[in-house]
T-cell receptor, first 113, second 111 residues
Framework: SAVISQKPSRDICQRGTSLTIQCQVDSQVTMMFWYRQQPGQSLTLIATANQGSEATYESGFVIDKFPISRPNLTFSTLTVSNMSPEDSSIYLC??????????FGSGTRLTVV | ELKVEQNPLFLSMQEGKNYTIYCNYSTTSDRLYWYRQDPGKSLESLFVLLSNGAVKQEGRLMASLDTKARLSTLHITAAVHDLSATYFCAVVISGTYKYIFGTGTRLKVLA
C-alpha cells in the first residue's frame, strides 16, 4: 500500500487566516481525496483531486473556501481559506489503491480561534 | 443519496464479552471496508470485503458482507481493552472511487 506524508500534523490558527495542508505520496496515483472529520463525527468527502484538471467538489464545499492544487501525480495541497471556528476539524488526504482500499495520511488537526 | 448507517453509535462492553457492530447501506456497492481510528489518529484499514458472503478474520475481529441485504457486520470475540477505538465502515459508490463512511461506532472495552 501507499505511504502518505501529510503536514502539518496540527495547527492553531486565527480566524480569517488561511492554512495550506500538504500531502506527499510515495508512488504515483491518479486521484487523491480530501476529507474533513469534524469533532466526534464521521468523515465527509470535500473533493477529489486529479492531476492536470480542476478538483471535483462535493455538495456543500466550494473552491473559494477549499482551493486544491495537484501539480503532479504524487503531491496535493488543500487550503482552508478565511477560517472560522466552524472549520476546526481533522483534515485527511487519502489515495485509493484499488481493492486494498484507501490509504490515509496522518491527518491535520486544525483549531481555529 | 447513498447513506451508510452504523449501529450502535456507542458501545461500552466488558472485557471477555462478544458483540457485533452493524453497517447498513442504501444502494448497491462494489466494495466495503472496515477501518479503525484511535483518538487523535488517522484511520487504519482492517478489512476489505469484495463479494457477497465474504468473511474476513483477524484476531478477535471478524467481518462479513451480505450484499443482498446491504449489510456488513463486525463481530468482536472476547473483547480486550486494546480494541477500544472508533470503527468505521466505508462503502464505495459503484462505478466510482468515492467512499462514503458510516457514522462510526465508538467502542470502549472496560477492564
Amino acid at each position: 500500500s501507499a505511504v502518505i506524508s501529510q503536514k502539518p500534523s496540527r495547527d492553531i490558527c486565527q480566524r480569517g487566516t488561511s492554512l495550506t495542508i500538504q500531502c506527499q505520496v510515495d508512488s504515483q496515483v491518479t486521484m487523491m481525496f480530501w476529507y474533513r472529520q469534524q469533532p466526534g463525527q464521521s468523515l465527509t468527502l470535500i473533493a477529489t483531486a486529479n492531476q492536470g484538471s480542476e478538483a471535483t467538489y462535493e455538495s456543500g464545499f466550494v473552491i473559494d473556501k477549499f482551493p486544491i492544487s495537484r501539480p503532479n501525480l504524487t503531491f496535493s495541497t488543500l487550503t482552508v481559506s478565511n477560517m472560522s471556528p466552524e472549520d476546526s476539524s481533522i483534515y485527511l488526504c487519502s489515495v485509493d489503491k484499488g481493492t486494498y482500499g484507501y490509504t490515509f495520511g496522518s491527518g491535520t488537526r486544525l483549531t481555529v480561534v | 443519496e447513498l447513506k451508510v448507517e452504523q449501529n450502535p453509535l456507542f458501545l461500552s462492553m466488558q472485557e471477555g464479552k462478544n458483540y457485533t457492530i452493524y453497517c447498513n447501506y442504501s444502494t448497491t456497492s462494489d466494495r466495503l471496508y472496515w477501518y479503525r481510528q484511535d483518538p487523535g489518529k488517522s484511520l487504519e484499514s482492517l478489512f476489505v470485503l469484495l463479494s457477497n458472503g465474504a468473511v474476513k478474520q483477524e484476531g478477535r475481529l471478524m467481518a462479513s458482507l451480505d450484499t443482498k441485504a446491504r449489510l456488513s457486520t463486525l463481530h468482536i470475540t472476547a473483547a480486550v481493552h486494546d480494541l477500544s477505538a472508533t470503527y468505521f465502515c466505508a462503502v464505495v459508490i459503484s462505478g466510482t472511487y468515492k467512499y462514503i463512511f458510516g457514522t462510526g461506532t465508538r467502542l470502549k472495552v472496560l477492564a
